[in-house]
């Protein structure tokens, strides 16, 4: 089955403790993208990927970094996670920003909380 | 920061027809997608308009007019099922920027 899979989908963690979310999509795209979501604010683009070993900012990076070694996986690093960055966080990926017409397939989604 | 503006909420009743409008900033446009959310699920794709018009999917369509920067989702014969969140986003290349989302509630 065509996916993105995103873990863990439920994290509680304390302030400073560094936390990966992982992302992996078995569809051989070449962009891959995380957002968070928040109440009121829509989603908004932390980092995005046009293919291996290129990442690129969003709108909200800060706190944020990532790593594209490989096309499936694009992991989300909180080096040092603070109560603000409390969100639901999404990964989605596509074949290109040129099959926009495709769409972007979203993973389920990660619900951290900071404390 | 957020360039495209929708409704926040939008109520109709199940059967109707309903129009969620959007209207966005030009620079770097490629393109406007629609996405439907339920409940903080994963959002889904519904359509895509790169030209100006209308595209059909089932009772789903998408309207773009590229001179007034504006699209909209339209949706026909509303089911109790399309009560969910819908979001607009604009391609930028490699950015894909959402709007706020609307709320649809269909009631009986």
């Known amino acids: 089955e065509a996916q993105v899979t995103q873990n863990p989908r439920y994290l509680i963690t304390v302030t400073g403790k560094k936390l990966t979310v992982t992302c992996s999509q078995n569809m051989n795209h070449e962009y891959m993208s995380w957002y968070r979501q928040d109440p009121g604010l829509g989603l908004r683009q932390i980092y995005y990927s046009m293919n291996v070993e290129v990442t690129d900012k969003g709108d909200v990076p800060e706190g944020y970094k990532v790593s594209r070694k490989e096309k499936r996986n694009f992991p989300l690093i909180l080096e040092s996670p603070s109560p603000n960055q409390t969100s639901l966080y999404f990964c989605?990926?596509?074949?290109?920003?040129?099959?926009?017409?495709?769409?972007?397939?979203f993973g389920s989604g990660t619900r951290l909380t900071v404390v | 920061g957020q360039s495209l503006e929708q409704p926040s909420e939008v109520t109709a009743v199940e059967g109707a027809i309903v129009q969620i409008n959007c209207t966005y900033q030009?620079?770097?446009?490629?393109?406007l997608s629609w996405y439907q959310q339920h409940d903080g699920g994963a959002p889904t794709f519904l359509s895509y308009?790169?030209?100006?018009g209308l595209e059909e999917t089932g009772r789903f369509s998408s309207f773009l007019s590229r001179s007034d920067s504006y699209g909209y989702l339209l949706l026909q014969e509303l089911q109790m099922k399309d009560s969910a969140s819908y979001f607009c986003a604009e391609n930028q290349g490699g950015k894909l920027i959402f709007g706020q989302g609307t709320e649809l509630s269909v009631k009986p």
């Open positions: 989605a990926s596509s074949l290109s920003t040129s099959t926009a017409n495709y769409g972007y397939t």
């Open positions: 030009t620079s770097g446009f490629y393109g």
């Open positions: 308009n790169a030209l100006d």
